[in-house]
């Protein structure tokens, strides 16, 4: 992911619209991802994950789509609710690597 | 089924200071991690436990942080002394060994260094 310091990029979404967070990585090696949401005072929190074989999965609510060429992996919540609102990180695993590699996030504000 | 335990929630001491963390994993969970999260940053691992053993402490500051895992259960983390920078939620996070790709975060305890 790219490093932003103490500024996350921000996305506000109408409250039933359908939300997009981008995330790029940097190691072509990189053979699995996890999206998390992490809300306020609270831990990150697995959304869905997806291996480089794939270039999208869906889960309830959820899309993820991965770009292997650019490198790079996106969101998507359909239907965005109030309990959305949160932090998103994008996490990378290389294949020979035994740790995730964490992007900065994206703040996610649901506007009613 | 419990979640991650760490204590203290908040933690406000001042530089040169020592403080300590406690975590209790999921029960079962043989793999546990140890993340800093800087404000506006993503969690970065600081050190992996299998039961006991360390794993991972390659970005560990050895020269004010420690950490152990004694009987592979709770774990507790360690910074002595204290630095202006070390201001973070400390997070810990557990998952099974055959599954070590999900991985369970706690609520963190943020640690305020003044």
């Known amino acids: 992911g790219e490093s932003v310091g103490l500024h996350l990029p921000t996305l506000s979404v109408q409250e039933g619209d359908n939300s997009i967070i981008n995330c790029a990585y940097s190691n072509s090696a990189s053979d699995y991802f996890i999206w998390y949401k992490q809300e306020s005072g609270k831990g990150p929190q697995f959304i869905i994950d997806?291996?480089?074989?794939?270039d999208k999965r869906q889960g309830q609510r959820v899309t993820v789509l991965l770009n292997k060429t650019v490198k790079h992996l996106s969101l998507q919540i359909a239907a965005t609710q109030p309990g959305d609102s949160a932090v998103y990180f994008c996490a990378e695993r290389a294949g020979s690597a035994r740790q995730l590699t964490f992007g900065s996030g994206t703040q996610l504000t649901v506007l009613p | 089924e419990a979640g991650v335990a760490q204590s203290p929630r908040y933690k406000i001491i001042e530089k040169r200071q020592s403080v300590a963390f406690w975590c209790n994993p999921i029960s079962g969970h043989a793999t546990l991690y140890w993340y800093q999260q800087i404000l506006g940053q993503g969690p970065k691992l600081l050190i992996q436990?299998?039961?006991?053993?360390?794993?991972?402490d390659s970005q560990l500051p050895k020269d004010r942080f420690s950490a152990e895992r004694l009987k592979g259960v709770d774990s507790t983390l360690k910074i002595q002394p204290a630095k202006l920078e070390d201001s973070a939620v400390y997070l810990c996070a557990s998952s099974l060994l055959r599954n070590q790709e999900t991985q369970y975060f706690g609520p963190g305890t943020r640690l305020l260094v003044l």
């Open positions: 997806i291996r480089s074989n794939m």
């Open positions: 436990f299998q039961n006991n053993g360390v794993v991972d």
